[in-house]
């Protein structure tokens, strides 16, 4: 059982990245998805979360309007757009498989992939 994210790198203000978390061992579609991001010493800040059965989508509000998450069942994936990127979306973003997007902690948590924006 795991869940892989990929996508990150260094890119510029303005840019866009695409994360990408997968998963494998497990049907991603039984599950509510979401992305949470940190920095070092400060707590995990919730990003974005994809439902499940209710497909319901939620956004941080720092993010809101610039990030779009979406999920490819037969791909047993779920992406992350992030568009417009600031200096201060610069973390480490990792992605989680729980009951459903309002309920404490998760069942599965992928290892990370730092995005790194920087002028």
């Known amino acids: 059982v795991q869940l892989q994210a990929s996508g990150g790198g260094l890119v510029q203000p303005g840019d866009s990245l695409r994360l990408s978390c997968v998963a494998s061992?497990?049907?991603?579609?039984?599950?509510?998805i979401g992305w949470f991001r940190q920095v070092p010493g400060k707590e995990p800040e919730g990003v974005s979360c994809?439902?499940?059965?209710?497909?319901?989508?939620y956004y941080g509000d720092s993010v809101n309007g610039r990030f779009t998450i979406s999920r490819d069942n037969a791909k047993n994936t779920v992406y992350l757009q992030m568009n417009n990127l600031k200096l201060e979306d610069t973390a480490l973003y990792y992605c989680?498989?729980?009951?459903?997007?309002?309920?404490?902690?998760?069942?599965?948590r992928g290892q990370g992939t730092l995005v790194t924006v920087s002028s």
């Open positions: 994809h439902g499940n059965s209710e497909r319901r989508i």
């Open positions: 061992g497990f049907t991603l579609d039984d599950y509510a």
């Open positions: 989680v498989a729980r009951q459903g997007c309002l309920t404490e902690g998760y069942i599965y």
